[in-house]
C-alpha cells in the first residue's frame, strides 16, 4: 500500500489511460473523457509537457463524442495553457483558437471571445504577425454589434495588433488601463507580461521619414531628390524588412542601404525620380524593427508635394544670318524652333520686327505655337521686301509661356 502511494505521477497516469480506453471500449465516452483528464494533470505535474496536451486533447474528443463541445472547450484550454506555460506560444495559441470555436458553436460569446484573445496574443508573442492579424479580422466578424464582446483579453488583442502588426499610433495611458484591467490567471501572466512590454516599447519606437536637403513643395520632372529614413528605440533593435510606398509617378533610384546591425538609433538616405507631372508622394515608410524584448511593425508618416512638368529648352536658328537684295526684291529667311528640353514647350509667341528699309511681304509678323514636343522641331519661312537701300535688320524674339527669358535672333539684310 505504501509503495502503491509512492507512485510517480506517470504511473498513476497510465492507469488513467487504461481506464479510459475501457471506457470507450465499453461506450462510456464521457467517463473516458474524466479518466483523460486525470492523466493529463498528472503530465503538467510531472512536466510531460507533449503527453499532457495529448491527454487533455483526448479528452476534448471524447467529450465530442458526447456532442460536449463546452467540456471539449475546456479541455483544449487546459492544453494551451500547459503549452504557454513551457512558452510555446505558438502551438498554444493555435488550440486557443480551437476552444474559441467551440465556445461560439454554443453561443459563449465572451468565452470564445477570450480564448480567440488568447490566440492572439500568443501569435504575437510568436511573432506571427500575419496569423494574429488574420485572427482578429475572424473576431472582427464574429463579436460585432451584440455579439461585442465585454471581455478585457479582446481589448488588449484589439490594441496588440492595431499596434505591432498594423503600425499605429496608441495612447500609452489606455494601453495601462486595458493591462491593469486583464485578470490573468498566474499561468498566463508571463504572456501577457511579455506582450505587454512589447507594446510599451512600441509606442515609444520613432519611425520618420524627412528630405534630406530643401523642403520644396514643387519639383520638377526628372530632378532626383532625397530623403533621409530614421528610426529611434529604446533598446537595441534590427531592421529585418523594409518597404517603402511611392506613388505611380515616382521611381526609387537609390534605395536604403540597410546592414541588419542592432541599434537604438539609424539612419539610411533614399533618392526618387520624377517621371511624370502631377501630385506625388513618398511614405509611408514601415519598418519591421525585431530585438529581444520587440518586434514591431512602424509605420512613418509621407511626404506630399507636386511634380512640376520638364522645362523645355527652345533654341532658335534664323538663316541666312546675312543676305544681300536689290531695291525692290524679295526676301525669303528660313526660321527653325527645336526643343531641347525633358518637357513639352507650350503657347508659344514668335514676334518678327523690320528695320524701316524692309516690309513683310507675306503673312504676319506674329504667330503662335500651340506646342512642340521634346525633341521635335518646327520650320516656318519669312518673306519680306526691301524698300529702301542700306542695311536693314530683322529680328525674330520667341517666349514660351514657362519661360522667363525671351529669345532673340537676328539677320543683316544689305539693299543695294
Known sequence: MVRFLKRDPQSKAKKHIEKALSEMEAGYPDYASEEYEKAARLFVEAEEVDFAVKYFREAAYCALEKDDHLRAAAMKTDAAEALIADGR?????????????HYHRE??????????????????????????????????????GAASPRVSAYDLATMGVKILCEGEAADARELAKIVEQFKTKSVESTLVTFVASSLRLALETEVSLEWAGRKD???RVKTPIEFELRYKCPVPVRVIDHRIALSSNLTLTKAPKITGANAKEESWLIEVNPILNGSAVVGPLKLTLEGDKVLVNKHSDSVAFEVAPAPALLQVDLSPQRISCGLGDEVVLDVILMNRGDGPANNIDVNTEFSPGLELAMGSGQKTIQFIGTGEHMRFQLYMRSVKAGESLVTVKVREQNQADEIVKTALVRVG
Open 217 to 219: 513643395d514643387i519639383i
Open 89 to 101: 506560444f505558438d502551438e498554444g495559441g493555435a488550440i486557443f483558437s480551437e476552444a474559441s470555436d
Open 107 to 144: 453561443k459563449k460569446i465572451n468565452e470564445s471571445a477570450r480564448a480567440l484573445s488568447m490566440s492572439i496574443l500568443c501569435y504575437l508573442a510568436a511573432r506571427n504577425f500575419d496569423t494574429a492579424t488574420n485572427l482578429f479580422r475572424k473576431a472582427e466578424k464574429r463579436f460585432t
